[in-house]
């Protein structure tokens, strides 16, 4: 065994290249010209040209498609950074070195990522004690200034988006208020006293069972209220209280005491006094500024106008204002966690409430009274149920208005929209989906695809184009998370409605403190354990694979972003709460299942502009459902809840053609907050209209959706046999016509396994004389797809999709010069081509058929087949990454063995603990018989983690880590050949040996090339 040894930076520049000014609207970003080439990025990266078409198999790769848009055709095979996947960039607040800024951008744009997200994260810093100087290099200040202007001025050049937290960490948070202050996040707090009956009570109030923070020195009564106890609550259930025996004693109050004496009889009386206060929550992590910051009201437009003055007084000059619209990025803000052990309140909510739900809340104060997230008083069920889901809609209402849309406001001052993880609490979701300009979800907290369909649901009845995910974080996974499972993650998040992937995250290259690989915002500690969310970029092996992983998601999210998305059916929820992981009745576990697609409304949406009907469809220029299902509130425990005014609305929609499922008993249909009971008759009498209706079914059990739907003539747009598929239907409306299938063998929760799926898919085509292309997003080429059958307006092709995999089916018209042909069947592995000249692959000799639709049979002759050919000699030479001399320069020492039989690093001997980058070579002579146009499929086997693979030195397009069988082509000669496959890893099993206190307790990870590797040759012979 051999060693060489090199040092190299970790923050080295990698080749940048310099590119155009992209605009916010996706549209013109489109028009611009890529600033990284896909094919030569991919090929820079492995110091190799790329390949010639010559070199490929005939008859099928071409750059565009008949019918297809020409600008549309030429982003598939280059796409550019315009649809590219982002990164979450954790700052160390504003120590960072603007050259070192400039390096980072350049290394992004390098790799093929078209986005960033400046982000103040400092967990792992926290975590060990490290300061920083907060007053000269916190956020804000003017160092952390002169980082963001350095982001933007060089991505302005390489044409990469910007967008920047509206503060440190999350949530939302300023220096300039104070607890006490008006802006501030505020709780509503109680104490509590237990009075006997006929016993009087004579004393100051009960103190607030949370105690304030220290910077929290105000505090202001709201109301003091008794009422008799019914049930004695406990550790898990709520006390009940005779809610007709309230009495408001709050005018009675003096000097903060009460004298009252409770009524007689039987049973105690409990005595509440609430007191509105400062929550004092600061942002996570913090502290991150000098002074502290606090997190502001979000339900005030007072909080909101907080942040503004920061920015405008504090961060915002000309230039500065300039370069934040020049890259066309977002203000952005992380999940609302708005956290407190008491209740969340804002001022002027009491007020807010009477005015949006049309009654007193004080009355029903006790029942939103919360300790420790979890309710202390109930009245009534019913009652109880109908107050809180009120209070739920004023707060969601409340950040709608007061937060949302005046920091939407600001930010298109500054040529910027607004992004933002718009969910946390018990707020529409849904709704704020479609206000915002992008929503965004994240793949960590959410629990199931439902969940991102929920924010897809407003996201395309508002109107927008985009839903962003915080994508790739896994807990415990720092250092060691795979493409492997990074690609089944967002493969099965794009089939639930994601179009635009934010990885989190890359790091910046150091801060003070911290060891190799160099800082990251949660690890290596984490909560006195593994850190999560890998940290990305020239510190990892796997970054030298990243350009071909870029361009495919930037050509999936390409597909995913164009065109306008389809729908089944659209399923009618009282409430848009988001990340419950609870899914639609029927649809999740078995409409899915055989290709049925879904998505989700809230009574808000169905007010948007597209919310209309024609031809049956709601929404016909968005999501064109072709039919709403009405069910139960899974909620508040399955009960049949609607607003009067949705009522109204699902009505006038059934009644201008919206086909409508009714699930449940809504005969005696139930308001979703308190009502009188002439509204509560209207809600029924409009409900019983809709049940009236002859495009209408009503049905008992959610078992019988499927039929209802069948009865009303609703149909999917793809059908298939049971199996984990899930499709995405994007449709070009100004396309001529074209349809875009986005197809993905996907996990609908993490937790699940999946096996390989082979079968036939019905999709619907838009043109009756449309047919199938395939776009491989690896390559970025276009293939027609001879193997197909046609049954009116419907295509059927085969799809071969290993666990986690995608494919995207273009239906698009052939062109006047173009004979396409439909093949369905065929006794060979495949076929390509149009009718005049079609040609079949075959792995063995013989004659092989091709059955044509109407029954005309073709054949083609193969003499003779190589047979398979096992690799089993390997020279593997490893560069071996370890710690150089700073906490950001790598060492890599180059290691040499023979292999004779293909085992993981961890089982060789002197590479156990090795992460880096190794080359396997094989050579393989396969005599001057080797049949001239032969062509061969390498069987890689198991491969841990991404790899790229040469053959007689040229480099094979990017390969797919999820399938490692890689077609050759023709690239194999007669006599002597070489192959190499290069394999990069995660740093975890080096890691594992450099910060043992950490990352000891992992697993070593099975890196390397482990097989059974084999030639499968294969011959191609035309049809006559």
């Given at each position: 065994?051999?060693?060489d ?5 970790a923050?080295?520049?990698r ?13 013109r ?17 492995t110091g190799?040209?790329?390949t010639?078409?010559a ?6 790769a ?17 796409p ?13 607040h504003g120590?960072?070195d603007?050259?070192?800024?400039t ?8 790799a093929g990522?078209?986005?960033v ?8 810093l926290?975590a ?38 509206v503060?440190p ?25 237990t ?10 109030l009960p ?5 304030p ?7 202001t009564?709201?109301?003091?209220q ?8 406990t ?10 025996s309230?009495v ?15 009524p007689?009889g ?6 509440l006094?609430?007191w ?5 929550q ?21 909080g909101?106008?907080?942040?503004v ?10 230039d500065?204002r300039?370069?934040l619209?020049s890259?066309g990025g ?6 609302l966690e708005?956290?407190?052990?008491a209740?969340i ?9 009477e ?6 809340l004080?009355?029903y104060?006790?029942?939103v ?12 069920a ?20 007061h937060h949302l ?26 709704e704020?989906?479609?206000v915002?300009?992008?929503p ?10 439902d969940?991102y ?14 839903l962003s ?11 060691s ?6 690609l089944q993650?967002?493969h ?11 990885l989190h ?5 150091s ?5 190799w ?6 690890s290596p500690?984490?909560?006195g354990?593994?850190?999560?969310g ?5 510190r990892t092996p ?6 071909g992983?870029a ?12 065109g ?6 659209v ?10 992981g609870?899914g ?7 409409g ?5 697609t ?15 009907v ?7 220029d ?7 299902v009405?069910g ?9 809840s ?6 109204q ?14 699930l ?5 249909a139930?308001?979703?907050g ?7 008759a ?14 209408t ?17 609703v149909t999917?747009d793809v ?10 239907r994007?449709?070009?409306a ?5 349809d ?6 996907a ?7 999946l096996?390989?799926v082979?079968?036939d ?6 043109r ?5 292309y ?7 080429t ?31 018209a ?8 439909s ?5 060979a ?6 009718d005049?000249r079609?040609v079949?692959r ?20 193969v ?5 398979p ?6 020279d ?17 020492t180059?290691?040499?063995?023979r ?28 005599g ?20 790229r ?6 480099v094979?397009?990017p390969c ?8 050759l ?9 070489t192959i ?6 995660p740093?975890?099993n ?7 206190e ?10 390397g090339?482990?097989?059974?590797v084999?030639?499968?040759?294969y011959?191609?012979a035309?049809?006559?």
């Amino acid at each position: 065994m051999d060693d060489d040894v090199t040092t190299a930076s970790a923050s080295a520049p990698r080749g940048a290249r310099t590119g155009p000014r992209l605009d916010r609207r996706l549209d013109r970003r489109r028009l611009l010209a890529a600033a990284v080439a896909s094919v030569g990025v991919a090929a820079a990266a492995t110091g190799a040209t790329a390949t010639t078409a010559a070199a490929a198999a005939p008859g099928a790769a071409r750059p565009g498609v008949p019918g297809l848009p020409g600008d549309l055709a030429r982003r598939f095979a280059s796409p550019g950074l315009a649809t590219a996947a982002g990164f979450r960039w954790w700052w160390p607040h504003g120590a960072v070195d603007p050259a070192e800024i400039t390096r980072e951008v350049q290394q992004i744009a390098a790799a093929g990522f078209g986005a960033v997200e400046i982000a103040d994260v400092t967990h792992s810093l926290r975590a060990r004690d490290i300061e920083i100087d907060l007053a000269t290099q916190g956020w804000g200040t003017p160092s952390w200034v002169a980082g963001v202007r350095a982001a933007l001025k060089e991505a302005e050049k390489r044409g990469v988006r910007v967008d920047i937290t509206v503060g440190p960490s999350w949530p939302a948070a300023v220096p300039t208020l104070t607890p006490d202050d008006e802006g501030a996040c505020t709780e509503l707090v109680h104490g509590r006293a237990t009075v006997a009956a006929g016993a009087t009570y004579d004393a100051a109030l009960p103190e607030p069972l949370v105690e304030p923070v220290a910077a929290a020195t105000r505090r202001t009564l709201v109301a003091v209220q008794a009422a008799r106890l019914v049930t004695e609550g406990t550790t898990r259930t709520e006390a009940v209280l005779d809610g007709a025996s309230l009495v408001d004693l709050t005018d009675a109050v003096v000097d903060g005491a009460l004298t009252w004496t409770a009524p007689a009889g039987s049973g105690s009386w409990v005595l509440l006094a609430c007191w509105q206060r400062g929550s004092g929550q600061e942002p996570e992590a913090g502290p991150h500024t000098d002074p502290r910051c606090w997190v502001v009201d979000h339900f005030s437009p007072l909080g909101a106008q907080a942040v503004v003055d920061l920015w405008e007084s504090t961060i915002l000059d000309r230039d500065l204002r300039r370069l934040l619209g020049s890259t066309g990025g977002y203000l952005f803000e992380d999940s609302l966690e708005i956290e407190t052990d008491a209740t969340i309140w804002t001022p002027a909510f009491l007020v807010e409430f009477e005015q949006r739900r049309g009654y007193d809340l004080r009355p029903y104060l006790a029942v939103v009274l919360e300790l420790h997230e979890r309710y202390q008083f109930a009245f009534d069920a019913t009652t109880t149920i109908r107050v809180r889901d009120d209070v739920n809609q004023t707060l969601s209402d409340l950040y709608r208005d007061h937060h949302l849309r005046p920091i939407q406001a600001f930010a298109r001052t500054l040529g910027m929209g607004l992004r933002v993880q718009p969910y946390g609490l018990e707020t529409d979701t849904v709704e704020h989906s479609a206000v915002v300009d992008v929503p965004e979800t994240e793949s960590l907290g959410f629990k199931n695809l439902d969940d991102y369909r929920v924010m897809a649901g407003g996201r395309d009845l508002g109107g927008r184009t985009v839903l962003s995910c915080e994508a790739a974080c896994y807990n415990g996974a720092a250092y060691s998370t795979t493409w492997e499972r990074a690609l089944q993650t967002l493969h099965s998040i794009y089939a639930a409605g994601v179009n635009m992937a934010v990885l989190h995250g890359f790091a910046y290259a150091s801060a003070p403190g911290v060891t190799w690989p160099g800082f990251a915002a949660f690890s290596p500690y984490y909560n006195g354990a593994v850190g999560y969310g890998e940290a990305w970029g020239p510190r990892t092996p796997l970054w030298r694979h990243m350009p071909g992983i870029a361009a495919h998601l930037a050509r999936t999210q390409l597909v995913l972003q164009t065109g306008v998305p389809k729908y089944d059916v659209v399923f009618l929820r009282p409430k848009g709460w988001a990340s419950t992981g609870i899914g639609a009745p029927w649809a999740t576990n078995d409409g899915i299942p055989l290709g049925w697609t879904h998505s989700f409304a809230t009574p808000a949406l169905l007010e948007l502009p597209l919310a209309t009907v024609r031809d049956g469809r709601l929404a016909p220029d968005g999501p064109a459902y072709q039919a709403m299902v009405v069910g139960p509130d899974q909620f508040r425990g399955g009960r049949c809840s609607i607003e009067l005014s949705a009522a109204q609305r699902v009505r006038a929609l059934a009644e201008a053609g919206l086909r409508v499922v009714l699930l449940g008993d809504w005969t005696q249909a139930e308001p979703v907050g308190v009502e009188t009971a002439e509204v509560i008759a209207e809600i029924r009498a409009e409900m019983a209209a809709i049940a009236a209706l002859p495009t209408t079914r009503t049905v008992a059990v959610q078992g019988d959706i499927p039929a209802a739907l069948t009865a009303l003539g609703v149909t999917p747009d793809v059908s298939h046999e049971r199996s984990t598929l899930m499709s995405v239907r994007r449709v070009l409306a100004d396309g001529g016509g074209v349809d875009l299938y986005y197809l993905a063998n996907a996990k609908h929760a993490e937790n699940r396994r999946l096996e390989r799926v082979t079968q036939d898919v019905w999709l619907t085509a838009t043109r009756s004389d449309a047919v199938p292309y395939r776009l491989d997003t690896w390559s970025g080429t276009l293939a027609p797809v001879p193997l197909h059958e046609r049954s009116g307006q419907r295509v059927k092709v085969r799809v071969d999709l290993v666990p986690g995999q995608s494919s995207v089916i273009v239906l698009a018209a052939p062109a006047a010069s173009e004979r396409p042909v439909s093949v369905v069947a065929t006794t060979a592995v495949d076929v390509t081509g149009d009718d005049r000249r079609l040609v079949v692959r075959a792995t063995t000799p013989g004659t092989h058929t091709v059955t044509l639709a109407g029954g005309r049979t073709r054949s083609a002759t193969v003499a003779s087949v190589r047979a398979p050919l096992t690799l089993r000699t390997w020279d593997l030479e490893v560069e071996d990454w370890t710690p150089g001399r700073t906490a950001t320069e790598t060492t890599r020492t180059t290691r040499r063995t023979r292999l004779s039989v293909l085992v993981p690093w961890s089982q060789i001997p002197g590479f156990e603990d090795v992460s880096g980058i190794g080359r396997y070579r094989a050579s393989v002579n396969l005599g001057q018989q080797w049949p001239v146009g032969t062509g061969a499929l390498l069987e890689l086997g198991a491969v841990e983690d991404t790899f790229r693979v040469t053959v007689n030195g040229q480099v094979l397009p990017p390969c797919d880590p999820l399938r490692t069988t890689v077609d050759l082509g023709r690239r194999l000669q007669r006599g002597a050949n070489t192959i190499e496959v290069e394999v990069a890893t995660p740093l975890l099993n080096r890691l594992r040996t450099v910060t043992p206190e950490v990352y000891g307790v992992a697993t070593r990870q099975g890196y390397g090339l482990v097989g059974p590797v084999r030639l499968l040759p294969y011959v191609e012979a035309e049809v006559r």
